[in-house]
Antibody, heavy 119, light 106 residues
C-alpha cells in the first residue's frame, strides 16, 4: 500500500515562501498525477495543484500566480512552494495521489501537516 | 470555475437511519463527481467516484446517484463508524470540493 508523508516547516512568516515536500513510499511516482490540497481549521478542502512526473502541472487559478509544484523522481518526492503567504494560508496541507487515468480523484493521502503563517 | 454546493451543512441522525446528502454543480459535469469521508484529525478517505462507483472496501450501505447536476450520497443504515464529515468533489475540471456535511449523533 502506498504511503505519503508531508514534511516542511510548521511556521512561516508573512510575506515569505511556504515550502513542503511529499515523500512517496511503496510506489513509483511514474503513472500518476500528484496533488496538494489544503484545509483551514474547521473549513472545507481546497485543491491547490498537481504535478506529473513528466513535468506537466495544473494549478488552481486562485493560486496560480503564487505556486510552484514540482517533482523529483530520483527521490520519489514532489514539492509545493507558495509565495507571499499571509495568515489566510494557515491550514493543514495534504499531499495526495490522483487516479492513473489523470482524473483528479484522490485515492491515497498523506496524514497532513499544519502550517501556520505568523510573525 | 465549476462550483459545487453541498447540503445540508450539518445533519443529526441516529444509528440505523437512512441519510441523504446532496451536492449540486454549477454546470454540467457528467458523472465526474467523487465523495469523501473525513474524520476529525484524519485525511479524507475516498468513498466513490463517477458519482456512484464505490471504492474497494467501502461498505455497500453507501450509494451515489445523479439527476442532472444534482448528486446524492445515501447511507442506507447509518452505523457508528459513519459519523464524520462528507465532502463531494467535482473533477470535470481539476478539482473543487463542496463545503462539507457533518453527520452527527442525534
Amino acid at each position: 500500500q502506498v504511503q505519503l508523508q508531508e514534511s516542511g516547516p510548521g511556521l512561516v512568516k508573512p510575506s515569505e515562501t511556504l515550502s513542503l515536500t511529499c515523500s512517496v513510499f511503496s510506489d513509483s511516482l511514474g503513472r500518476y498525477f500528484w496533488s496538494w490540497v489544503r484545509q483551514p481549521a474547521g473549513k472545507e478542502l481546497e485543491w491547490i495543484g498537481r504535478v506529473h512526473p513528466n513535468g506537466a502541472t495544473h494549478y488552481n487559478p486562485s493560486f496560480a500566480s503564487r505556486i510552484t509544484v514540482s517533482v523529483e523522481t530520483s527521490k520519489n518526492q514532489f514539492s509545493l512552494k507558495l509565495t507571499s503567504v499571509t495568515a489566510a494560508d494557515t491550514a493543514i496541507y495534504y499531499c495526495a495521489r490522483g487516479f492513473e487515468s489523470g482524473a483528479t480523484v484522490l485515492d491515497q493521502w498523506g496524514q497532513g501537516t499544519l502550517v501556520t503563517v505568523s510573525s | 470555475d465549476i462550483q459545487v454546493t453541498q447540503s445540508p451543512s450539518t445533519l443529526s441522525a441516529s444509528v440505523g437511519d437512512r441519510v441523504t446528502i446532496t451536492c449540486r454543480a454549477s454546470e454540467t459535469i457528467g458523472d465526474w463527481l467523487a465523495w469523501y469521508q473525513q474524520k476529525p484529525g484524519k485525511a479524507p478517505k475516498l468513498l466513490m467516484h463517477l458519482g456512484s462507483r464505490l471504492q474497494s472496501g467501502v461498505p455497500s450501505r453507501f450509494s451515489g446517484s445523479r439527476s442532472g447536476t444534482e448528486f446524492t450520497l445515501t447511507i442506507s443504515s447509518l452505523q457508528p463508524d459513519d459519523f464524520a464529515t462528507y465532502y463531494c468533489q467535482q473533477y470535470k475540471l481539476y478539482a473543487t470540493f463542496g463545503q462539507g456535511t457533518r453527520v452527527e449523533i442525534k
